[in-house]
């Protein structure tokens, strides 16, 4: 008798279910802000990475609207054939300009630059080095191109220099690969140290500005110039989703590397370009970045005030360290961070419960936004102190 192939998903689905690790869909209506529409409700957004409010804003709007009248709705085709806009290169000028390098490329996502950047530049000869904690793009970027992967633990600088002084000399090619900001956690990498590395052993280093861009460093050009390594030898990745309000991703290096990229880069070639509404919104997004620095100095106001007010109100809940916009707030079990969900949006607002095995224990996931207000952050501590004072 013939077995059902598909049988054992049913059964997956039902392991899922028994750990706590189901997941679906929530449907938010109407504009994104700082408070939101949720399944017909309204509710505080400490969900979103739209750490900038720049995804609503009338000005980025116009200009996708404006795109779409002037090109259409889609690119057509590959930037190498039928999919090159005069927006594409504007797009790249200004994110070059932002991250002061030489160059930069444009993908139709953040996730596609990781995959395409990473397996052009190493393979099976090559080795590459990766924080245990970096996100799934460069997880499987750092697979599919067939390179020997070590990980090491988070932002341990001591193993990672090991790991090069026991391996690096058995390699043609090393690439270091690292978040800057990891999106999950919300501290930063080593930067400096990462980069003293890269140069003593010769290899290259990646870093993944995706939840940095727009949000740190003086002018919002993220953790490089946050940590001074402004025009230091590296290669910048990051997308146009989060703080931006667009969508897309992008790498920024030097001439040669980028050059190299659009000639090897599989997801860059072998996929339609990036349409020209996202990347005029993307384009209009970093020109009120670097024209409203207020709006940069108001979300760090709240991330500060947050932090104050936790450490008053919540002093004995495991608040994970961070040094960005997004604080996390560690639970026992899956069970408990959805339970702590639950509570949160019943009292109107909206604090994802994250769980494994997206991360290795769970937590409530508080993002903060520039255009939240006074009330809102402290309606999230009395609604959590709330929580905490009922068990």
């Given at each position: 008798?013939?077995?059902?192939?598909y049988?054992?998903?049913e059964?997956?689905l039902?392991?899922?279910h028994?750990?706590?690790?189901?997941r679906?869909?929530?449907t938010i209506n109407?504009?994104?802000?700082?408070?939101v529409?949720l399944e017909?409700?309204e509710?505080?957004?400490?969900?979103?990475?739209d750490y900038?409010?720049?995804a609503?804003?009338?000005r980025?709007i116009?200009?996708?609207t404006a795109a779409i009248q002037?090109?259409g709705?889609?690119?057509?085709?590959?930037?190498?054939?039928?999919?090159h806009?005069k927006?594409?290169?504007e797009l790249e000028e200004?994110i070059a300009?932002l991250k002061q390098?030489?160059?930069?490329l444009?993908?139709?996502?953040g996730?596609l630059?990781?995959?395409?950047?990473?397996?052009a530049?190493?393979?099976?000869?090559?080795?590459?080095l990766?924080?245990?904690?970096?996100?799934s793009?460069l997880?499987?970027?750092?697979?599919?191109?067939?390179?020997?992967?070590?990980?090491?633990?988070h932002c341990?600088?001591?193993?990672l220099?090991?790991?090069?002084q026991?391996v690096r000399?058995?390699?043609r090619r090393?690439?270091?690969?690292?978040?800057?900001?990891?999106?999950?956690?919300g501290?930063l990498?080593p930067?400096?140290?990462?980069?003293?590395l890269?140069e003593?052993f010769?290899?290259m280093l990646l870093?993944?500005?995706?939840?940095a861009?727009?949000?740190?460093?003086?002018t919002?050009?993220?953790?490089?110039?946050?940590?001074?390594?402004?025009g230091?030898?590296?290669?910048?990745?990051?997308?146009m989703s989060?703080a931006?309000?667009?969508?897309?991703?992008?790498?920024?290096?030097?001439?040669?590397?980028i050059?190299?990229l659009?000639?090897?880069?599989?997801?860059?070639i072998?996929?339609t370009a990036?349409?020209?509404?996202?990347a005029?919104?993307?384009?209009?997004?970093?020109h009120v970045v670097?024209?409203?620095?207020?709006?940069?100095?108001?979300?760090?106001?709240n991330?500060a005030q947050l932090k104050?007010l936790?450490?008053k109100?919540?002093?004995?809940?495991?608040?994970?360290?961070?040094?960005?916009p997004i604080?996390?707030?560690?639970l026992?079990?899956a069970a408990d961070a959805?339970k702590?969900?639950?509570?949160?949006k019943?009292a109107?607002?909206f604090?994802p419960a994250?769980?494994?095995?997206?991360?290795p224990?769970s937590?409530?996931?508080?993002?903060?936004m520039?255009?939240h207000?006074?009330?809102?952050?402290e309606?999230l501590?009395q609604?959590?102190?709330s929580?905490?004072?009922k068990l």
């Amino acid at each position: 008798m013939a077995v059902d192939p598909y049988a054992w998903i049913e059964q997956s689905l039902a392991t899922i279910h028994r750990a706590d690790w189901y997941r679906s869909v929530q449907t938010i209506n109407g504009d994104p802000g700082a408070t939101v529409l949720l399944e017909g409700r309204e509710v505080i957004n400490f969900a979103s990475n739209d750490y900038l409010g720049l995804a609503g804003d009338w000005r980025l709007i116009a200009a996708a609207t404006a795109a779409i009248q002037e090109y259409g709705t889609g690119s057509t085709g590959s930037r190498l054939l039928s999919g090159h806009r005069k927006l594409h290169c504007e797009l790249e000028e200004a994110i070059a300009s932002l991250k002061q390098t030489e160059d930069a490329l444009v993908f139709s996502s953040g996730y596609l630059a990781n995959l395409g950047t990473i397996t052009a530049l190493v393979g099976k000869r090559d080795l590459i080095l990766a924080d245990q904690y970096n996100h799934s793009s460069l997880k499987n970027g750092a697979i599919l191109s067939g390179a020997t992967i070590i990980e090491f633990p988070h932002c341990d600088v001591c193993a990672l220099k090991s790991e090069l002084q026991r391996v690096r000399q058995n390699y043609r090619r090393c690439l270091i690969v690292t978040d800057s900001v990891f999106s999950m956690d919300g501290d930063l990498c080593p930067l400096p140290a990462l980069l003293e590395l890269a140069e003593e052993f010769s290899c290259m280093l990646l870093v993944d500005e995706a939840h940095a861009t727009g949000v740190l460093g003086k002018t919002g050009a993220g953790c490089v110039e946050h940590f001074g390594c402004t025009g230091r030898q590296l290669i910048q990745i990051g997308t146009m989703s989060k703080a931006l309000g667009s969508l897309g991703g992008y790498v920024a290096a030097n001439a040669t590397l980028i050059d190299f990229l659009r000639n090897r880069a599989s997801t860059w070639i072998y996929t339609t370009a990036l349409s020209p509404a996202d990347a005029a919104a993307a384009l209009a997004a970093i020109h009120v970045v670097q024209q409203e620095p207020q709006r940069h100095t108001q979300l760090w106001q709240n991330v500060a005030q947050l932090k104050e007010l936790m450490q008053k109100y919540l002093p004995n809940q495991r608040l994970l360290p961070s040094e960005s916009p997004i604080l996390c707030l560690q639970l026992p079990s899956a069970a408990d961070a959805l339970k702590v969900g639950q509570y949160l949006k019943s009292a109107g607002i909206f604090a994802p419960a994250i769980r494994p095995p997206t991360v290795p224990t769970s937590r409530i996931r508080i993002s903060v936004m520039a255009t939240h207000e006074a009330a809102h952050i402290e309606k999230l501590i009395q609604s959590l102190h709330s929580w905490f004072e009922k068990l």
